[in-house]
């Protein structure tokens, strides 16, 4: 009996760890396009997703400061964000916020 209920905690830890969810999302301005990070469809298997901040909810819109921003979503809360400065640009290279991306990743599995 106890080894039926290990293995079933088991099923559910990794059930559960397996259910969580990460996106990535950049927002930007049409106007700042060519500060925009070309980012790939998916990061090691984690959806990455692009969006306009005028299409953005009013109470995301009030809460970025500067664009782009990149995001990253675990089960719908974010857990990193990278910001633009005063320059409206990222201060990190493509592959830069491509392995800080991986390690947000693997630090919140």
């Known amino acids: 009996m106890t080894t039926i209920l290990v293995r079933l ?10 259910a969580q969810s990460f996106t ?3 927002i930007n301005a049409e106007w700042n396009d060519r500060n925009t990070i070309d980012l790939p ?13 005028k299409d953005q909810s009013p109470s995301l819109q009030k809460n970025i400061k500067a664009v782009p921003v990149v995001i990253l979503y675990k089960d719908s809360q974010p857990i ?4 633009a400065d005063l320059s ?12 800080q991306i991986r390690i947000a990743i693997n630090r919140h599995k």
């Open 9 to 18: 905690a088991f099923l559910f830890a990794t059930i559960f760890v397996q």
């Open 24 to 26: 990535v999302v950049q």
């Open 41 to 53: 469809f998916t990061i090691d298997g984690t959806k990455v997703i692009f969006g306009y901040l």
């Open 80 to 83: 990193s964000q990278w910001n």
């Open 88 to 99: 409206f640009k990222l201060q990190v290279t493509r592959e830069e916020l491509l392995e």
